[in-house]
């Protein structure tokens, strides 16, 4: 049975979000989703579906960025036999299929000019023509959308029509990027570790404290997905072994470095700073070894153990003294932000705008921040 989709998180961005979208859901009126790459735009519109009047009907998902320019008209709203090379029968298009249900358009801002013309017209009247034809059909569909572009600037500069914009945009939601919901980091983590348990008939052994803490300071430029990945790789390469922060590092040093291999001169200050990051990541890795070398020398101690909930925590067996050590208390939230903005300011040589950059907040944040903390 294919598991539905759900939004995952207690953070206050995350639940004010889901409140809104609820609200939406009631009616008809048409959404834009704005949100980084896989920061789960079409899981947010498969909520609204599902809490919809039309939860029982089509939820027909649509990659505008993905079809070739030539055949994306005839896939939104069909083409008659003959209308061009190739086309031997009638077919319906995605507009016809969604009738009375919901068509969501991702990547919208990647649909070209002409064909944006015939969907301004859909979102004003629901009619349409085929391709090939002069009959009018008309769908009643709801039209959710989608996009991590700036679309105003795409207004500015001429690739995406003002008044499809405006249309577009009866209601706005943004989803908050990742590395804004720390709180929710473990719950996903949680809910995803659960999924592929039963998906590979796996038994996963948990993370270590350290561990937990890496996966709370990194920043996720992949958003959710990233995360979702990487806890799938590390439950089927390390077939459900216990995970330090070692392991853990080593598979975020690798993906970036793959990034960083991909040329995008838009995003390059970005991987530029992703790479620093992976530095210290592997910096951080090669200290860890000389510190567990060492204890090594000096005793054998067994890894405090820290498994995801509702999986019991492992403390260490009795010392030398007789009496059992405790395991060293994690951080705060407010401890490992305070943490990783003082390393980032570091790193950056204390050049404000940079930091921010690279920890994905505004310079007004930041400051805030360091005034919180008093750094």
């Known amino acids: 049975m294919k598991r539905e989709p759900t939004i995952v998180g207690q953070s206050l961005l995350i639940s ?3 409140q809104l979208a ?3 859901a009631e009616t008809d009126i048409t959404v834009l989703i704005i949100g980084e790459t896989g ?15 039309r939860a029982d009907k089509s939820f027909i998902p649509v990659n505008c960025g993905a079809i070739p320019v030539g055949i994306l008209e005839s896939e939104l709203f069909g083409h008659e036999k003959g209308a061009f090379t190739g086309a031997v029968q009638s077919r319906k298009g995605y507009f016809e299929s969604a009738d009375r249900g919901t068509i969501f358009l991702d990547e919208i801002g990647e649909m070209p000019l002409e064909t944006q013309v015939k969907f301004l017209r859909v979102i004003e009247s629901g009619e349409f023509q085929r ?7 008309y769908s009643d569909a709801r039209i959710i959308a989608a996009t991590n572009k700036n ?11 003002e008044d499809l914009f405006y249309r577009l945009r009866s209601v706005e ?9 720390g709180r929710d980091i473990l719950l996903l983590v949680e809910n995803f570790v659960h999924e592929f348990e039963q998906k590979h008939k796996i038994v996963f052994e948990g993370f270590s404290p350290d561990a937990v803490e890496v996966l709370m300071r990194y920043p ?12 799938e790789s590390l439950l089927v390469l390390q077939k459900g072994k216990y995970i330090t922060p070692e392991i853990l590092e080593k598979h975020l040093v690798q993906r970036n470095r793959y990034k960083s291999l991909v040329h995008d001169p838009a995003r390059s200050e970005k991987n530029e700073l992703q790479v620093i990051y992976s530095n210290i990541i592997q910096l951080r890795q090669e200290v860890s070894d000389i510190r567990q070398l060492l204890q090594h020398l000096v005793h ?7 498994l995801l909930p509702d999986v019991p925590i492992t403390v260490p067996h009795s010392g030398e003294n007789g009496f059992e050590k405790e395991a060293e208390p994690l951080q705060s939230l407010d401890d490992i932000e305070k943490k990783s903005i003082a390393e980032a300011l570091e790193t950056c040589q204390g050049n404000k705008r940079k930091t921010a950059h690279a920890l994905g907040i505004t310079e007004r944040t930041l400051y805030r921040k360091i005034k919180a903390y008093g750094l």
């Open 22 to 24: 609820l609200q939406v």
């Open 173 to 181: 939601l943004q989803i908050p990027p990742l590395r804004e919901r």
């Open 16 to 18: 004010q979000l889901k």
């Open 151 to 161: 679309m105003y600037q795409a207004v500015a500069e001429k690739n995406f029509r």
């Open 220 to 231: 996720w430029p992949g958003n959710v997905r990233e995360l979702r990945n990487l806890i």
């Open 300 to 306: 054998s101690k067994p890894p405090t153990q820290l």
């Open 39 to 53: 920061s789960g735009k079409e899981v947010l519109a498969r909520f609204i579906h599902n809490n919809s009047l």
């Open 131 to 137: 391709v090939g034809s002069s009959e009018t059909i």
